[in-house]
């Protein structure tokens, strides 16, 4: 097998995998269990969820926050996001720390 058809085959097996992910992820019910998806794939030494993926996450519900910056998906009462120490689910009252220029980060 050539260098090309490896790298083809390659590419359809993560192609096809991402078109997996996507689908679970469509089928998802509540933060939580997108939480556990997120983290699962998080794990694996080459992740398949692409920033496309993680920017177009389904929400369950409630208004979507004033800011979004570091929210990936919410609920009612509750926000997804991303911190320097990982993936957390937060209540949508806590406020992120804002550092220096436009960097932010969550206080958990």
């Known amino acids: 097998m050539s260098f090309l058809q490896k790298l083809e085959s390659k590419y359809c097996v993560v192609s096809g995998a991402q078109e997996i992910a996507r689908k679970k992820l469509k089928s998802v019910k509540s933060l939580e269990e997108l939480l556990e998806k997120i983290q699962s794939d998080a794990r694996r030494d080459e992740p398949i969820l692409s920033d496309r993926d993680m920017s177009n996450l389904p929400t369950f519900g409630g208004e979507a926050p004033n800011d979004t910056h570091g929210v990936y998906s919410w ?24 550092g220096r220029g436009s960097t932010r980060s969550w206080k958990t």
């Not at 009462?77 to 209540?91: D, E, S």
């Open 75 to 98: 609920d009612k009462t509750r926000l997804l996001i991303q911190t320097n120490t990982g993936w957390k689910i937060v209540k949508r009252n806590e406020q992120p720390v804002v």
